[in-house]
């Protein structure tokens, strides 16, 4: 059964940065696209970062976009997050999707949150 754990979350200040890394496992026949996103309270589910696991293709959410990267070790079968320049708007519960399938662009997947598994989170505070 695929399974997606996500790590890396904690409490930093503003300007600060962290990594999140997703590990996904039981992909027996892998994954095609895998992306991240985040939940406030009150606020909509945000895609925050997503990639295609075939050709390498990102999207970025305007709010983040020059401030996080995302990248991907396959061999570990592993997604990470570098956040950088943090803002207390990015403190949120990050979690991690994967997609077997993909019918859209990465972009319109990642925007809409077209993903089949998710994991249960990470939670990323941004504070003085």
């Known amino acids: 059964q695929p399974h997606l754990v996500e790590s890396g979350g904690g409490l930093v200040q503003p300007g600060g940065s962290l990594r999140l890394s997703c590990a996904a496992s039981?992909?027996?026949?892998?994954?095609?696209?895998i992306g991240w996103f985040r939940q406030a309270p009150g606020k909509e589910r945000e895609g925050v970062s997503c990639s295609s696991s075939s050709d390498g293709s990102t999207y970025y959410a305007d709010s983040v976009k020059g401030r996080f990267t995302i990248s991907r070790d396959s061999a570990r079968n592993t997604v990470y997050l570098q956040m950088n320049s943090l803002r207390p708007a990015d403190t949120a519960l990050y979690l991690c999707?994967?997609?077997?399938?993909?019918?859209?662009?990465?972009?319109?997947?990642?925007?809409?949150?077209?993903?089949?598994?998710w994991g249960q989170g990470t939670q990323v505070t941004v504070s003085s």
């Open positions: 999707a994967a997609a077997s399938r993909v019918g859209a662009t990465v972009r319109a997947m990642c925007i809409r949150g077209d993903y089949d598994y």
């Open positions: 039981g992909f027996t026949s892998g994954f095609y696209a």
